[in-house]
């Protein structure tokens, strides 16, 4: 059954929230406790699913694992997502001293493995992972100045590190599918700043290869305005384009193909984030009713929700679907 199928069969709007890590306040674990233990993550996709049910089952989102497990320094909140403090990866000669990490045996991704089977095994919903894709892991290896200046100027470094980045995002992808991840998702936010010329020249065949070479459900995210993009995200591999929250779906959804879905776009901010939970539920209609012609669409926030975010706000979201 193909993503569209399955959004289908439900003869209704579905739901695929992005949430964040507001898991964490129904349990009252640190971020790490999640990672660290199997039982935890789907205590957690449990107490997710009882809050906020919704079409798909979505752990802990873990999206920094890469730069964790090649050692690039991390800030690591109690409550929030892990984020990259330094960027060591300032030449070639430097990138060399890496290698493509094992999922099977390093770092934490055993453990994230042995957790997404244990999810995966106790609900029939499928399955949603985001992960941090290659252009966006290189940004935070090199640093994305280091990134834009050598698009043009040095663009061999940007090519390299690339394909280590690419190979990174690939072997990990294939080893959560195989834990019975049903639905992955690339996130590429750093891409949004660049030129179409430069993402098809960069980042479009990196992320054709990954989707090429995986048997999921495939979908892709990048944040900000993207209209310069669409044409090349249509035919990039990904069955779900997913889109933030300042692009017009009504609008785009005219010409967006009929084999592929439209995913989004809850503001998480100035809606999911500030609203009262009224307001939050009328918004949430309107943005149902707008696209209420169009099969291929999936309701989702237009990005991952803030840590913040009141319960009640999200329960809103739920109550505007029934």
């Known amino acids: 059954m193909s993503l569209l199928n399955y959004i289908n069969e439900k003869k209704r709007t579905c739901l695929l929230p992005f949430m964040g890590t507001n898991g964490l306040f129904l349990t009252g674990y640190t971020i790490y406790e999640v990672y660290n233990s199997p039982e935890k993550q789907l205590e957690i996709a449990k107490k997710m699913d009882e809050y906020f049910p919704s079409d798909f089952i979505y752990p802990m989102d873990d999206g920094n694992i890469f730069c964790e497990i090649l050692n690039i320094p991390m800030k690591t909140p109690d409550y929030d997502f892990p984020s990259v403090k330094e960027h060591p990866v300032k030449s070639l000669d430097i990138l060399k001293e890496y290698k493509v990490p094992d999922p099977y045996k390093d770092g934490r991704m055993p453990i994230n493995l042995k957790s997404l089977k244990l999810i995966s095994s106790n609900f029939k919903k499928p399955l949603f992972v985001s992960l941090q894709g290659p252009f966006t892991l290189a940004c935070q290896m090199a640093g994305i100045s280091r990134i834009a200046k050598s698009l043009i100027k040095e663009p061999d470094f940007v090519e390299k590190i690339l394909e280590f980045t690419t190979e990174v995002v690939l072997n990990y992808a294939k080893a959560i599918e195989g834990q019975g991840v049903k639905y992955i998702s690339i996130a590429e936010p750093s891409s949004g700043m660049i030129s179409p010329k430069a993402f098809s020249k960069f980042i479009y065949s990196k992320l054709k290869y990954i989707y090429d070479?995986?048997?999921?459900?495939?979908?892709?995210?990048?944040?900000?305005?993207?209209?310069?993009?669409?044409?090349?995200?249509?035919?990039?591999?990904?069955?779900?384009?997913?889109?933030?929250?300042?692009?017009?779906?009504?609008?785009?959804?005219?010409?967006?193909?009929?084999?592929?879905?439209?995913?989004?776009?809850?503001?998480?901010?100035?809606?999911?984030?500030?609203?009262?939970?009224?307001?939050?539920?009328?918004e949430t209609k309107k943005l149902i009713n707008s696209m209420k012609s169009y099969d291929n669409f999936l309701l989702a926030f237009g990005c991952t929700c803030l840590n913040d975010t009141p319960v009640e706000n999200i329960k809103a979201v739920i109550s505007a679907l029934k």
């Open 213 to 282: 070479n995986l048997n999921c459900w495939k979908g892709i995210h990048i944040c900000g305005k993207t209209y310069h993009l669409v044409d090349q995200l249509i035919t990039i591999g990904a069955e779900g384009i997913s889109f933030d929250q300042i692009m017009d779906l009504s609008e785009l959804a005219k010409s967006f193909p009929k084999d592929k879905v439209i995913v989004g776009n809850i503001d998480p901010i100035q809606v999911l984030k500030a609203m009262r939970p009224q307001r939050v539920e009328q």
